[in-house]
Structure formats: C-alpha cells, structure tokens
C-alpha cells in the first residue's frame, strides 16, 4: 500500500505555485531512506518569475525605514518561536537529525540571528560628512545591492537560510532562495512565515536542482549571487557571476585543523573535540575533524578519542541518547565510504569505519590515524563523522601542516600557554580560531573563511554590509 506524498510548491510573488512545466523531484528522509514529498524542479520560467517578482517589489522594500524593516524582521523572529515544533518537525524530516537537538541547538540560535540583523539595520555605520575639499561637504550613502540569488545547502537548510535572508531583507534587498534539491520542507515553511510578514516579492523561494542554481546565478535580474556549498559549486557560481559582474558572496568548504599542545588537559580537549567533530554526523565545514597532536600525547590521545567515538551514538531522530542523525543523502553515504575505502596503508582506524543498519544513511563515528600530510583524507573534505589524527613535534610544523590545506575557514588551538596561544592564531591562516574550544557561533561575530573556503562574510555587522554597497555624495556649499 503505498503513501501519498506531500506537494511543496515554490513561493513566488506572495503565492505558492508548482513548477511551470509541472515536474518534480521526490523528497527522502534520509533517516528512513523513503520519499516523503515532492518538490517543483523549477526552470527558466519559474526563474525568471521569482526575479520578476523580487525586481518589482525591490523600490518598495528598498525605501522603507530601518525602523519598518526591523519591526518586520522581529515580528518574523517572533513568528519562528511561535512555530517553533512545525520548523522543528520539517527540519528533522529533511536531515533526519535529532529532534531534541534540532528544538535546543538550531531554533534559539536563528530566532537570535534574525533579532541580531533587525537591529543591525538600524546601525549602519559610516564615514562623518566632512569638507575634504575647501567648499564641497562630502558624506556617504549605504544602500541595498537590490534583487539577491540566495542558494542554501543541506546541511543546515533551515538556519543557513536564515543566514542568507535576513542580512539581505534587513539591509533593505528582496530575495530569491534556492534550498538544495534534497532538503527544501523547511525552507517552504519558512515562505510561508516570511510571507504573511512581508510585502509580495520580497521573499521568494524556487525550489530545484543544481541546474536551477546556475539559472538563477545566469539571470540578468540578481545584482548578488550568494551561495553556501562545495567548493566546485562556489567556483561555478563565481565563474557564472562574473560573465555580468555580479557581486558574489561564497561560503564554501572547510577543513579545519585542531592543534592540541602537549599543556591540554587531555580529557576535557577529547570531549570537546569529539562534539565539535561528530555533530551533525560531520556535515558541518567548521567540523573539528582534522585533530593534530603532540607527538607527546599522541598515543594516550588517539585512545581517550577513540573510546569517546565508541560512546557517541546516532540513530533515529526521537532517540534522546543520540548526537547526530544520518548522512544527508545516499551520495553522501558513498562519499564518506570511499574516503575510508581508499585509505593508505599506514593509516589505521581505531574506531568505527562502517556503516550503520540497513535502513536511512547513517554511518559510525570513525577515528582514523597514523596519517601523512599528503594523503587524501588530510587534504579533501569528507563531510562526514571521520576525524583524522596526526602528530607533530613543535609548533612551526603544527602551524605548516595545519595551513597545508586549500581551505581556510575555521581552525582551534588547545592549550594552557596563553602566549602560544596568541602566537598561533596570528599564524593560522583560517577565517576564525577557536582557543580551548571549538565550534561556537555568536551572531555578533563574523563567519568566513579565505582561499577555496570562500569569501564574504555571514552573521555580524560584516555579514550585514556585504549585502550593501557604498555610494559618495558631494555637495558644493556655494549653490
């Protein structure tokens, strides 16, 4: 007997619709591994009606008040809370994640984010008007970029969402986000929120594929294509981008190093790390996933890791004693296995390294050692609950195999020598650096990395700017 699967529909111009050519794509929990719902595959046409849309509602939204926009934002924030266990329940149908964590680690930190960027609104900071020149006043202007291609990833569809939307809408932009092709449910909800609060137009959402991503960056429409994903992705956007010279905000990849000294209190850095590594089965680009330790400590390390591998459990989302849920999608599940599959010799895993079940996508927390600089799980991103040891014997070659990567997003550093701790977040070449922790997020502060990790700022008063530009005015005194 078989279910009747559920129908997300696009949001375009204050309406929900399906897709114009009437084609869809089926929707997996991937805790079950069974379709759930379908979605619109949106193409040109849908497109070029969500930028039509978001273009025309652009000269309202754009001139109203800060005030009005953060009255709209807060109401938005107030909304969230309010349907707090319907976001919840479409989130940990997308991913599969656990409930409890999904209620307490991912609903007050978006409801926060969205009140952060209401008031960053109203604090636009700029240079004083002043007479540079005898005779002539001179000020600055920072106004909205104007219609933002937005695409979300699946790892956090639902507050990456958040990332990307209210820096724009608060800024004074309209929006056309794209959620990835396998977890759009809590980004129609949010349409569904977000709508009843804003004017037609000013937030739309175009479900799709990877091809509905590189329509929405082609379009003449957009003067900002943001996007948070693969690398591969990042360069295709910015590729597309520049063909008209769009701005291009690029959250991408990340492999962060966690340089642990011999001074760490070994037991506090392994539970720590092991969280940090594990949560969210891995799929996090901050994941504290490539640790280096003291050649020291290493040994008495690797064991405390790997039994604390051994204590940590996924499973199903309404399992309380679980800490992640599984893999987003089968490709996923086979990216992770074939990282383990094709591991050297000399590399040993001494914990986990298989899959778990037969039913949804879930895989063991896995702790793999004895690596060199150059092999491929050191240097490529696996996006999975694998974290990879190393052991280094001072602090020069901790700091050159921690930056011997191609992305830079996200580092940490753990030990008790404040001065060394100093010293190496000078020279890690990472966007943040974590001291004696790893993986907090504040909204206040910028989120970004450099090289293949991207460029452009989320969360801050960084994240807000970059969804603005700077325009100079100069005006004679003698008119």
Known sequence: MSTELRRLRNYIGGEFRDAADGRTTEVVNPATGEAY?????????????????????????????????????????????????????????????????????EIPPMVDQIRFFAG???????????????????????????????VAPWNYPMMMAVWKFAPAIAAGNTVVLKPSDTTPASTVLLAEILGSLLPKGVFNVVCGDRDTGRLMVEHPTPAMASITGSVRAGMSVAESASKDLKRVHLELG?????????????????????????????????????????????DEFVTALAQAAADTKTGMPDDEDVLYGPLNNPGQLKQVEGFIERLP?????????????????????????GL????????????????????????????????????????????KDHSRAMRMSKRLDFGCVWINTHIPLVAEMPHGGFKQSGYGKDLSAYGFEDYTRVKHVMTSLDA
């Not at 707090?84 to 964590?101: D, S, Y």
């Not at 506090?268 to 330790?293: M, P």
């Open 372 to 415: 060199g600089q150059d092999d491929e799980i050191i240097q490529k991103e696996v996006f999975g609950p694998v974290i990879t040891v190393q052991s280094f014997t001072d602090e020069d070659q901790a700091v050159e195999y921690a930056n011997g990567v191609a992305y830079a997003l996200a580092s940490s550093v753990w030990t």
């Open 345 to 369: 010799a000399h590399a040993r895993v001494v914990a986990g390294g298989k899959r778990v079940g037969d039913k949804g996508f879930f895989y063991a927390p896995t702790v793999v050692s």
């Open 254 to 298: 990340g492999k962060a190093p966690v340089v642990v000294f011999e001074d760490t209190d070994i037991a506090k850095a392994v539970e720590g790390i092991s969280v940090a590594g594990f949560f969210n089965a891995g799929q996090d680009c901050t994941a504290a996933t490539r640790v280096l330790v003291h050649e020291s400590i290493h």
């Open 120 to 150: 960053a609104a109203r604090m636009l900071e700029g240079k004083g008007a002043g007479e540079y020149m005898e005779g002539l006043t001179s000020f600055v202007r920072r106004e909205p970029i104007g219609v933002c291609a937005q």
């Open 37 to 105: 719902a379908t979605a619109p595959l949106s193409g040109r046409a849908d497109v070029d009606a969500a930028m039509a849309a978001a273009a025309e509602a652009f000269p309202g939204w754009r001139d109203t008040t800060p005030a009005e926009r953060q009255k709209a934002l807060l109401k938005i924030a107030d909304a969230f809370e309010e349907r707090a266990e319907e976001l919840i329940a479409a989130e940990v149908e997308n991913t599969g994640k656990p409930t409890g964590l999904t209620r307490t680690e």
